[in-house]
């Protein structure tokens, strides 16, 4: 049984052109060197505090092995030490208890399995995994920062999306980094905005 406090979110970075990445999956591009000065300054102590009220993370499996990647590198793993599901059909390595391989029907899995033991969801990547939770209506909101950069061309943010999805528009951050926050709420399903109009 879902759980009707549940929350799904999808969230990504973007270039203003709307890739998550290069074709090639290098995300170099992210390092951004614009200043915007009306913008907002990311407070350590806040994101920490965010941070904390997200439950759970799903991921793909490419979205996965650039992590292992950034780890290795030295580059930390950003999903602290919550239960991290990588959705995959391979045998992959696993450096942490916290991750755990899933693969099959995703609607049942994120319905069934996720919904009724976390509150906060977040699919964190990439394009196909965030197409195929949308196609499948299980997002109730996307969080989308777009970076202060055109790269031309790569990974959409949403691959192969096979039909129109309303939104509204909840809330718009600006930040002194050139980079914008945007936060829609998904309409017409289960996570249909109660202020959309
Ligand atoms: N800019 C950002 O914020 C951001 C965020 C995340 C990722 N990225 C970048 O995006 C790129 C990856 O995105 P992507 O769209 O190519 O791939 P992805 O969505 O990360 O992974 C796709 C893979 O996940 C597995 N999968 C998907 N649905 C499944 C299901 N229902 N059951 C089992 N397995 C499933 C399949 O892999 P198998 O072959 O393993 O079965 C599929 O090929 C990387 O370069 C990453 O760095 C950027």
Request: aromatic letters at 10%.
């Amino acid at each position: 049984m879902a759980n009707r406090d549940s929350r799904v979110t999808i969230h990504m970075a973007a270039s203003l052109d709307g890739f998550i990445a290069r074709k090639d999956g290098r995300v170099d591009w992210l390092e951004t060197t614009d200043k915007f000065v009306g913008g907002d300054t990311l407070d350590p102590g806040f994101v920490e505090a965010f941070l904390k009220t997200i439950d759970c993370y799903v991921m793909g499996s490419r979205t996965y092995e650039t992590a292992l990647r950034f780890e290795a590198r030295g580059l930390g793993w950003s999903y602290g030490d919550k239960p991290t599901f990588v959705l995959t059909r391979r045998e992959l390595p696993r450096t942490r208890d916290t991750v755990k391989f899933h693969s099959g029907d995703l609607a049942e899995f994120v319905n069934e399995r996720l919904r009724p033991a976390f509150r906060s969801i977040w699919f964190v990547g990439g394009g196909m995994v965030s197409a195929e939770c949308l196609r499948l209506g299980l997002a109730d909101e996307v969080r989308y920062a777009i970076l202060p950069v055109l790269i031309g061309d790569g990974i959409p943010f949403f691959e192969r999306l096979d039909r129109d999805v309303a939104l509204h528009l909840a809330e718009v951050k600006a930040y002194k980094s050139g980079m914008v926050e945007l936060r829609y709420e998904v309409r017409g399903q289960r996570g249909e905005s109660r202020n959309a109009t």
